[in-house]
Each structure stands twice: as C-alpha cells, then as structure tokens.
C-alpha cells in the first residue's frame, strides 16, 4: 500500500509520520514527476492520497504551477481515494478540485477561536480528539455526503465515496485512528493500479 503525499506546502511531513507508524508506504509529492511516478508503478492496486492542513490559496497556486491541479482532479474522479485535512478538504471542494460535493467556510471560527482543541463523537470510530487551526467548516454538503463528526452543530469530517475529509488536522494529535479509517478505504477501493 502506497500512499503519496502532497508536499506543496504545509503539514505534510506529520502525514508521513503517521502513515509510516501504521506501516504504509509513503511518498512525497512536489511536482508532476513525482506524481506521475507515483501513478505508473504498481502498488497491487493500493494507492491513495492525502492533501495536508497549510494554507489553500498558496496551495492551489503552486499546484496549478506544477500542473498537478488536473491529473491529481482526474485520478480522484477516477476513485483514487484521498483524505484531506484542514486546507485539504478546502482544495476538494466545489471551489477548488471541484471533486467532492462540499463547500467548505474558511477561517471558520473567527480571531478568538482561530485555534482550538476539543473531542466529538465521530461516526464509526467514537469520540476522537481534535484540533483546530484556523479551520473551515462544511458549510454545504451534497446528497451524496455523509457527514462523520460535527463540533457545535457544524460540520467538520465527511466521506462521498472515495474521499475522506476532517477540517481538523488528525495527524498532528496521537489517534491514528483517522489514518486508519483511510487506510482501509485505500486497502477496499482503490482502482486497480
Ligand atoms: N486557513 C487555512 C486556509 O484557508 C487552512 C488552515 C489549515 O490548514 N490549518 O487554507
């Protein structure tokens, strides 16, 4: 199972971390080399993606730079399964991707609350710690979205299909079991490779 990393900018290198303690493969993506090495080699069909916390604007420039805004779009629409996580779920939404059927309220929770931690149910799994940096919410979601947590009545983790999403960072706390939920979306879905 491999797992690549977007390594634009931001929280990408605490992804790796995490997903190397549950023992996947990982590589870091900085440029269309790297993602379309990631593409061709055969992982027994087991791939998957993760686009870190950081900051979306910088984040969707540079990925337009390198031109990995459409063959990463496409691969997801084609089932690639990705998490995305703060500045991630941003980049999947309607405005940004445009492959998930969200839109995502940025810098969500104002001056005071720009960064915050707390612990809420999250559907499956149980009360899970989580921490805020001037995070969005999903402000919009599509039939086709399950929401999977929400923390004072907004929503803030959900799944369509292949692609995961938290609007807090799950890897920069000790519970792995977010990454796990990911890894077995990747180990049940992922197109074949
Ligand atoms: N505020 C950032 C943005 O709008 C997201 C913050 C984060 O990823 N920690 O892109």
Avoid at 1 to 23: C, N, R, S, Y
Avoid at 50 to 58: D, L, M, N, R, V
């Amino acid at each position: 199972m491999k797992i690549a990393i977007l390594a634009l900018q931001g929280a990408f290198a605490e992804h790796e971390q995490m997903f190397k303690q549950l023992g996947a493969e990982t590589t870091l993506i900085r440029n269309l080399a790297d993602w379309s090495s990631f593409m061709s080699s055969p992982f027994g069909g087991m791939r998957g993606a993760a686009i870190p916390g950081g900051e979306s604007t910088a984040m969707m420039r540079i990925m337009k730079d390198e031109c990995l805004f459409e063959p990463i779009r496409q691969a997801i629409l084609d089932g690639l399964p990705v998490l995305g996580t703060c500045a991630g779920l941003i980049m999947l939404d309607r405005y940004h991707l445009d492959v998930m059927d969200i839109l995502a309220k940025r810098n969500a929770y104002g001056r005071q609350l720009g960064s915050f931690n707390t612990e809420e149910e999250f559907k499956g799994i149980g009360k899970v710690p989580m921490t805020f940096i001037r995070a969005p919410y999903i402000e919009e979601a599509g039939p086709e979205v399950e929401i999977l947590a929400r923390v004072e009545g907004k929503a803030v983790a959900a799944r369509q299909e292949n692609m995961l999403v938290t609007a807090f960072h799950p890897e920069l706390t000790s519970d792995t079991r977010i990454h796990e939920l990911f890894l077995s979306m990747v180990a049940n879905g992922s197109p074949a490779g």
